[in-house]
């Protein structure tokens, strides 16, 4: 392992054609003046490159599966280096030093990100900490993406997306307050006995697409993914249930504990879409400017101009170019 690090300080130090970029965080960082390769080291920012240009994909933190083979384009072969993924995940160096990223990006709020920072400046590799406190963080990630490398047109053209889909609740206000205000429980796992609490940005969908948390909890880590008593889920009796897991959709009718909610015996029930990446979160990526307007079509239905379908195929055109070469 010390010989490998050594090794990729050599090679790295040797870069003579360099570039300064700020990172987030005020850094000052010297990273080469030509950039074809960004090592991602958490999902959520691994996804904003693929957006950006799956080309630039260095390695993955999980592999794809056959479905979205075609979506991920040149990026689904990549190797596997891993990353922080919650739970105490972190890379694997040795493949890492085998891809030789030309930057890393990492998202400083991880825990224990000090001691990989570390790790990752021995190895020679120059890293951008980036913000991913919110949707919004995705515009200046496009932005630095941009900047790194020299690719402004394909950075305006998500960056103008992004702030059509966040500012669409804002465009709607006038319509949205003839409407009742929809409570939703938001329900991960196999049992629907997960979610999300005020505080967490699992939750930013819903909030764009203004609905408001039946659950009164409080969040005790970034993870999310807090267990919630039955007992609280009848107390909060949402408007809508809105579900990961099709398996637990599936058998609500058939639980006698869930089947006498409002949600349930009004049929507002909904899974979220997760092809080819998840609409909502795990990983929270750039598919939330979707779910957005998957959010506003099931809570509000008739209030979107244009079809959901005709949104999708927008977006897809737009985030997957590379479909058209899977044709």
Same mark, same amino acid.
Request: with cysteine.
């Given at each position: 392992? /010390?010989?490998?690090?050594f090794?990729?300080?050599?090679?790295?130090?040797?870069n003579?054609?360099?570039?300064?970029?700020?990172?987030?965080?005020?850094?000052?960082v010297?990273?080469?003046e030509?950039? #074809?390769?960004i090592?991602?080291?958490?999902p959520?920012?691994?996804?904003?490159?693929?957006?950006?240009n799956p080309d630039?994909?260095?390695?993955?933190?999980?592999?794809?599966?056959?479905t979205?083979?075609k979506?991920?384009?040149?990026?689904?072969? !990549?190797?596997?280096v891993?990353?922080?993924?919650?739970?105490?995940?972190?890379?694997?160096?040795?493949?890492?030093?085998s891809?030789?990223?030309?930057?890393i990006?990492?998202?400083?709020r991880?825990?224990?990100?000090e001691k990989?920072?570390?790790?990752?400046?021995?190895?020679?590799? @120059?890293?951008?900490l980036v913000?991913?406190?919110?949707?919004y963080?995705?515009?200046?990630q496009?932005?630095?993406?941009?900047?790194?490398?020299?690719? #402004?047109?394909r950075?305006?053209?998500?960056?103008?997306?992004?702030?059509?889909?966040?500012?669409?609740?804002?465009s709607?206000?006038?319509e949205l307050s003839?409407q009742?205000?929809?409570?939703?429980?938001f329900?991960?796992? *196999?049992d629907?006995?997960?979610?999300?609490?005020?505080?967490?940005?699992?939750?930013?969908p819903f !909030?764009?697409a203004?609905?408001?948390?039946?659950?009164d909890?409080?969040? +005790?880590s970034?993870?999310?993914?807090?267990?919630? +008593?039955?007992e609280?889920?009848i107390?909060?009796? @949402? =408007?809508v249930?809105?579900a990961?897991?099709k398996?637990f959709?599936d #058998?609500?009718l058939?639980?006698?504990?869930?089947?006498?909610?409002r949600?349930?015996k009004?049929?507002k029930?909904?899974t979220?879409p997760?092809?080819? %990446?998840?609409?909502?979160?795990r990983?929270?990526s750039?598919?939330? *400017?979707?779910g957005?307007?998957w959010?506003?079509?099931?809570?509000?239905p008739s209030?979107?101009?244009k079809?959901?379908? =005709?949104? /999708?195929k927008e977006?897809?055109?737009?985030? %997957?170019?590379?479909?058209?070469?899977? /044709?």
């Amino acid at each position: 392992m /010390k010989n490998i690090l050594f090794a990729l300080a050599i090679i790295f130090s040797a870069n003579i054609n360099a570039k300064t970029i700020t990172d987030d965080y005020g850094r000052v960082v010297e990273v080469p003046e030509h950039i #074809t390769k960004i090592y991602a080291a958490s999902p959520p920012l691994a996804m904003s490159i693929l957006a950006f240009n799956p080309d630039l994909v260095a390695g993955l933190n999980s592999s794809f599966n056959e479905t979205q083979k075609k979506y991920a384009g040149s990026a689904y072969n !990549k190797p596997i280096v891993g990353g922080f993924m919650g739970q105490g995940n972190t890379p694997n160096f040795e493949i890492l030093a085998s891809v030789k990223p030309d930057v890393i990006i990492m998202w400083a709020r991880m825990r224990g990100y000090e001691k990989i920072l570390a790790k990752f400046e021995k190895m020679g590799i @120059p890293v951008l900490l980036v913000e991913n406190e919110s949707i919004y963080s995705i515009i200046t990630q496009f932005e630095l993406f941009a900047k790194l490398t020299g690719d #402004t047109a394909r950075a305006d053209e998500l960056i103008a997306y992004t702030k059509k889909s966040l500012s669409l609740i804002e465009s709607l206000k006038e319509e949205l307050s003839k409407q009742k205000e929809v409570r939703y429980y938001f329900a991960q796992g *196999l049992d629907g006995l997960s979610s999300e609490c005020e505080g967490s940005f699992h939750l930013e969908p819903f !909030k764009y697409a203004g609905a408001k948390n039946a659950l009164d909890c409080r969040m +005790s880590s970034n993870y999310g993914m807090e267990k919630i +008593s039955m007992e609280s889920v009848i107390l909060s009796n @949402p =408007d809508v249930i809105v579900a990961m897991e099709k398996t637990f959709t599936d #058998t609500l009718l058939q639980n006698p504990q869930w089947k006498n909610l409002r949600a349930v015996k009004e049929g507002k029930v909904f899974t979220v879409p997760s092809t080819p %990446f998840n609409y909502i979160s795990r990983p929270p990526s750039f598919m939330r *400017l979707l779910g957005i307007i998957w959010l506003i079509d099931s809570f509000y239905p008739s209030l979107l101009e244009k079809s959901f379908e =005709d949104e /999708k195929k927008e977006f897809e055109a737009l985030f %997957f170019p590379q479909l058209k070469e899977s /044709k």
